[in-house]
Nanobody, 125 residues
């Protein structure tokens, strides 16, 4: 049973940056892809970014391409989301998630089996 714990959320002004971290435990971390999702109030959970087991392949939602970067450190069992040029529309609870796959999976929450508790990101205008 994999456990995921996010950290790094907070309040930031538009144009600022935040770095989210996700610590994983409970299974062999470097055998699985990882992803980030977000959910704003009144909206469905949406895909943000994903990374394969080795870090050699990544995928991003169009809304964050060029601003967000996903990375992982398999020695530390951690995945990160560097968020730059933040906009008020990036405000949401951000979730770390993991599928039962070493490769990237289709960017739907239904394809991810394990979830963290989420961390709030608020971007003020």
């Amino acid at each position: 049973q994999e456990q995921l714990v996010e950290s790094g959320g907070g309040l930031v002004q538009a144009g600022g940056s935040l770095r989210l971290s996700c610590a994983a435990s409970g299974r062999t971390f470097n055998r699985y892809a990882m992803g980030w999702f977000r959910q704003a109030p009144g909206k469905e959970r949406e895909f943000v970014a994903a990374i394969n087991w080795s870090g050699s392949s990544t995928s991003y939602a169009d809304s964050v391409k060029g601003r967000f970067t996903i990375s992982r450190d398999n020695a530390k069992n951690a995945v990160y989301l560097q968020m730059n040029s933040l906009k008020p529309e990036d405000t949401a609870v951000y979730y770390c998630a993991a599928p039962d796959s070493i490769r990237l999976v289709p960017p739907s929450a239904a394809n991810y089996n394990y979830w963290g508790q989420g961390t709030q990101v608020t971007v003020s205008s």
